[in-house]
């Protein structure tokens, strides 16, 4: 849990005729990390891997179309069954039924959209005809005719005038046939030859005419009654149309299903095979596993191929500092939430220490520290809660937000009887511990203390991370390293003996550590270089190289200062929290001195936004003095995740 799973490269040689099962084995464990190989095949036998990618990307092909047929059956992927999860599936044998079947949901879908499409025509054209219904007047009249040009439709009533503006050098007659607050239902005549102007003056005052079929005639009440005759019969023949595709649902659902996993584990056993090396009658097959779980792989593959050469090389032995190495990491239940803020900001190397066991302990402390109240504390665990239940749909998609947030509440909820705080109130409950603003130079003070106890803790944890990556350069002269730690702790001892007269240890101890340390840190990557036998010991000339070590060391020390005092905010955040609740409670006061109604509407939403808003702005807080202030220390990042090859899904383990 501490540190990644201890990996195991493995080398595989099987001979040509045992491919598919030895890639079956593979797949079905979930804990073989491919690695590619195919760039080491023979140059008359590459044309087996470029013959494996083509056939991946048919089955890609054939999984696309699969895909698109459920979803316009609206079929579900469901899940597959271990019969199909190795198998392989011939594509010519598959290609004809899938075709067909997607032939015929097509045709159905269209059949049914064109009716679609018909009724809402039709709904649309009763929309139209609604405001005139009462209106005695044959439309046909406005059809095709030879003297006088017609316009029956709807416009903005706002733009009536402009449109009587627009048409004032010409005869014409505008009847309003229904005014409402902002439509208007207008009938426009005017003579044939200035049929262009009236049309320029009716698009300009954005006038919609209604455009009816040939067919209809008669008084709009009596196209209305004809239409709602049509939409009754188009909506029978949807309702036809759509029980044929329920019909094609039944029939194909589990056969579609079936085929689409088939296809799919086809296609992932595809590309595995295609990043195999290929050596005339063999292939050469290159990953990582578990250590653990190499003895049991092992055992398989050779039940499935009784000549495979199987060649393991623990990690240890490959030398250390190797990027390349998957990283696995295993922390299951609570831990595993804290563990995407860890890979949100880097996934460890191999070497490296996983922090997930220490952000589960100090992100919550330092939130809990920060945000203490009770009733606050409370109501956050319980928000985070309903998201870990995933009950809300438009919360799901932080679901796994909620843990940290539920865990970060109830760390909040302790301190706030540690400060005695509840929603704010602080003459409610006694405080266990200290009252923030009560004692503001002093949780000040405890704060600096925790960050420094937390910076030191970095710097021990990239000591421990130099000596299991056996980079012993690093370990003493890194700025982080032993160097950095020592010049950080003298400066300490030269800060507790210039404010504690009677400090033990007498400054000149503290200014030649400082002095050894600070020229140590100072020319690290000299030293470095020199240890680890690299040349040339610094790039440029000794001139430029001194400036830069000096700027850098200048930044060193700033850096240890911001670092320790960043931890303030603590403190600060603690005090804040308490002073942005009294301002609460004064508002409250000031909308109803006689605590009535309007009293605890303003207390309610304000608390609401105690928790909504500096929740948020604490936590985005915590996250910064974890990320910039303590894994800067020790934390490098840049693993490679650990992504077992699977026939069906591909994913850390």
């Not at 949901?105 to 018909?118: E, F, G, S, Y």
């Not at 302990?361 to 665990?381: E, I, N």
Request: proline share 5%; aromatic share 10%.
């Amino acid at each position: 849990m501490f540190f990644p799973e201890a990996m195991t490269e493995t080398e595989l040689i099987i001979p040509e005729k045992d491919l598919l099962p030895v890639t079956k084995v593979l797949a079905g464990q979930g804990i073989f990390h491919q690695v590619d190989a195919s760039y080491m095949s023979s140059k008359d036998d590459s044309e087996a891997v470029v013959s494996w990618r083509e056939h991946a990307a048919e089955y890609a092909a054939l999984e696309r179309q699969l895909v698109f047929t459920m979803q316009a059956l609206n079929v579900e992927e469901g899940t597959p069954s271990k019969a199909e999860d190795n198998a392989m599936i011939e594509i010519e044998e598959v290609r004809p039924l899938v075709g067909q079947i997607e032939e015929d949901v097509k045709a159905a879908n269209n059949q049914l959209t064109t009716w679609q499409k018909d009724l809402e025509r039709l709904q649309n054209y009763i929309k139209e005809l609604e405001p005139i219904s009462d209106v005695d007047l044959d439309v046909s009249v406005l059809r095709n005719p030879r003297y006088i040009h017609s316009t029956l439709g709807s416009m903005p009533a706002a733009n009536l005038d402009r449109l009587e503006t627009s048409l004032s050098r010409i005869p014409y007659v505008l009847l309003i046939l229904r005014k409402e607050q902002e439509n208007a239902i207008v009938w426009l005549t005017g003579a044939q030859f200035n049929a262009d102007i009236l049309e320029r003056a009716a698009r300009s005052a954005y006038l919609n005419p209604l455009v009816l079929a040939e067919k209809f005639e008669g008084a709009p009440s009596d196209i209305i009654k004809s239409l709602n005759g049509e939409i009754e019969k188009t909506q029978k023949e949807i309702e036809k149309q759509k029980g044929k595709i329920n019909q094609l649902r039944e029939a194909h659902e589990q056969q579609l299903q079936k085929l689409l996993w088939r296809v799919r584990a086809s296609r992932l056993l595809a590309d595995a095979m295609a990043r195999y090396g290929k050596l005339h009658y063999t292939y050469l097959i290159v990953g990582w596993v578990p250590s653990s779980r190499i003895e049991t792989l092992t055992q398989q593959l050779k039940q499935v191929s009784q000549n495979i050469l199987i060649e393991a090389t623990p990690s240890a032995q490959r030398g250390s500092g190797n990027q390349t190495i998957p990283v696995a990491l295993r922390n299951p239940g609570l831990l595993g939430s804290f563990q995407m803020l860890v890979t949100t900001y880097a996934r460890p190397r191999y070497e490296e220490i996983d922090p997930t066991l220490l952000i589960t302990l100090t992100f919550p402390l330092l939130f809990g520290a920060m945000f203490g109240d009770v009733g606050h504390g409370l109501l956050l665990a319980l928000f985070g809660g309903l998201l870990a239940s995933r009950r809300v749909a438009s919360l799901r998609s932080m679901a796994g937000l909620g843990p940290i947030i539920a865990v970060c509440g109830l760390v909040a909820t302790a301190f706030g009887f540690l400060y005695g705080s509840i929603f704010g109130l602080e003459d409610i409950i006694p405080a266990l511990w200290i009252r923030p603003m009560e004692n503001i130079t002093q949780i000040l003070g405890i704060a600096i203390g925790a960050g420094i106890v937390i910076l030191s803790l970095g710097f021990f944890l990239n000591l421990f991370n130099a000596a299991r990556a056996q980079a012993w350069g690093r370990f003493v002269f890194d700025p982080n390293g032993l160097a950095g730690l020592s010049l950080f702790w003298s400066l300490l001892g030269l800060a507790a003996s210039a404010l504690l007269p009677d400090f033990p240890v007498p400054t000149s101890v503290f200014v030649v550590i400082a002095v050894i340390a600070g020229l140590a840190v100072m020319f690290s990557e000299v030293f470095i270089h020199m240890m680890e036998g690299h040349r040339p010991l610094f790039e440029g000339g000794l001139g430029i190289y001194a400036i830069q070590a000096i700027v850098e060391l200048f930044e060193k020390l700033i850096s240890f200062l911001s670092n320790s005092l960043s931890y303030v905010r603590v403190g600060a955040f603690a005090v804040a929290h308490v002073g942005l609740s009294a301002v609460i409670y004064i508002l409250a006061n000031l909308a109803s001195p006689s605590h009535g109604f309007g009293y605890w509407l303003v207390a309610i939403i304000g608390n609401l936004f105690i928790v909504g808003f500096e929740g948020l702005i604490v936590g985005i807080q915590t996250m910064r003095l974890e990320y910039y202030e303590f894994f800067s220390k020790f934390f490098m990042g840049g693993g490679a995740p650990y992504e077992p090859l699977t026939p069906l899904t591909v994913g850390e383990k």
